[in-house]
């Protein structure tokens, strides 16, 4: 019959999700390892319910379920570790084993450490064995503690990339459906917008002051949807296949006609990249956007984007002549919802998702002065 601990135990198991899997690369590597550093021709990490021990990863033989009654390491899961035993034949815990005795295997050594999750429970253990009598020495029983430790590690780190990959899934889904209730009317209230000026044209001057900055007002809302859904999307499932960086600019300029009207944009050939159209358009299109908001007030705004090969990928370049930024904010600029100027130009996230879409792609992003005024951002993506 199953008691309390059993159950926190099967709960735990579960959540780390390995039950159901072929054994995993990065627990298999930690296995052999820990057969490497003790000396042994077999190491295995046993998972134990309430009923079965599971093999989720093994060196030296094929990874198997057995019943917990069966296990060795189910008879010291509540004992304190590491245990050593040098001739399991001649310990009381284990003489009578199947393992032991012939019946399922011939252990003679045996050694392991238990697995506790963060919460406390004991899920299993690390264990390396043989069929031949040995002795660990206290180098080789604290590095099967290290691995031990590594194990759950693993576990943990596994567990929480799900719960991030889930939550940022529903996060982008909220945002959708966010973004399109909130665009809906506010493509209703524009269209009523441009009927009105169109009908009120040269009516005075302070209606078409009140409507032009009624417009503006209405396709800043637009873009800032646009920007926080974008934001939003950004760590879910990245494509993955070739991106033709000449072809996503060219998109991205012929969206940002108007903000760019009689700005001078020189490009040089872009590299294929692999990576998400969708999020690496985004990327183009903030820091092009940005240029043009932050352009400086007493020279014409050029904006220069090229590309050169870096460390076996491409570092694209988008330069300007704007007001720049100053060197102590360099970074301080990737951070959320910070705004070096105090107005509504930016919403504060634009330069954030630029930094999380290029990491999500195996890539770097920073920034450097553009000799004689202004801000150069670069991106190093693999290609």
């Known amino acids: 019959m199953s008691t309390s601990e059993d159950r926190r135990r099967v709960r735990s198991i579960e959540h780390y999700d390995v039950l159901p899997h072929p054994p995993r690369a990065d627990l298999q590597a930690i296995v052999e390892l820990a057969?490497?550093?003790c000396g042994t021709p077999m190491a295995t990490i046993n998972l134990i319910t309430d009923t079965e021990q599971h093999q989720v990863a093994a060196y030296g033989f094929d990874a198997a379920i057995c019943s917990r009654e069966d296990s060795m390491c189910a008879a010291v899961l509540d004992e304190d570790t590491p245990i050593v035993v040098a001739d399991a034949r001649l310990d009381p815990r284990f003489q009578d084993n199947p393992?032991?005795?012939?019946?399922?295997?011939?252990?003679?050594?045996?050694?392991?450490?238990?697995?506790?999750?963060?919460?406390?429970?004991?899920?299993?253990?690390l264990c390396v064995f043989d069929e031949q009598t040995r002795e660990l020495d206290e180098s080789q029983v604290d590095a099967l503690r290290t691995l031990a430790e590594r194990v759950v590690d693993?576990?943990?780190?596994?567990?929480?990339s799900r719960e991030l990959a889930a939550s940022n899934e529903r996060l982008a889904g909220f945002a959708r459906r966010v973004s399109h209730d909130l665009k809906t009317p506010l493509s209703g209230v524009t269209m009523s917008l441009e009927l009105l000026r169109d009908e009120l044209v040269g009516f005075s001057q302070d209606a078409d002051w009140l409507l032009d900055r009624a417009m503006s007002s209405s396709e800043r809302m637009a873009a800032l949807i646009d920007e926080v859904l974008s934001?939003?999307?950004?760590?879910?499932?990245?494509?993955?296949?070739?991106?033709?960086?000449?072809?996503?600019?060219?998109?991205?300029?012929?969206?940002?006609?108007?903000p760019l009207e009689g700005v001078e944009v020189v490009a040089g050939p872009l590299p294929v990249v692999r990576g998400d159209a969708v999020q690496l358009r985004s990327v183009l299109q903030n820091l092009l956007d940005n240029a043009a908001k932050y352009r400086h007030p007493d020279r014409p705004l050029t904006i220069a984007v090229s590309a050169a090969e870096h460390d076996g990928g491409s570092r694209i370049s988008i330069a300007d002549n704007g007001i720049g930024i100053p060197e102590?904010?360099?970074?301080?600029?990737?951070?959320?919802?910070?705004?070096?100027?105090?107005?509504?130009?930016?919403?504060?996230?634009?330069l954030d998702t630029v930094r999380r879409v290029v990491?999500?792609?195996?890539?770097?992003?920073g920034i450097t002065d553009t000799p004689g005024g202004g801000t150069t951002v670069w991106l190093e993506l693999p290609t």
């Open 154 to 160: 693993v576990l943990e780190l596994s567990l929480r």
């Open 35 to 37: 057969a490497k550093v």
């Open 231 to 258: 934001y939003a999307r950004v760590g879910g499932v990245m494509g993955d296949s070739p991106v033709a960086l000449d072809t996503v600019l060219a998109e991205v300029l012929d969206d940002l006609t108007q």
């Open 99 to 125: 393992f032991v005795t012939g019946v399922i295997g011939n252990v003679r050594f045996y050694a392991s450490h238990k697995l506790t999750a963060l919460d406390g429970v004991v899920i299993g253990t």
């Open 328 to 350: 102590d904010d360099h970074d301080r600029v990737f951070t959320p919802r910070v705004r070096l100027v105090d107005d509504d130009r930016g919403s504060g996230i634009g």
């Open 359 to 365: 990491q999500a792609h195996g890539g770097n992003v």
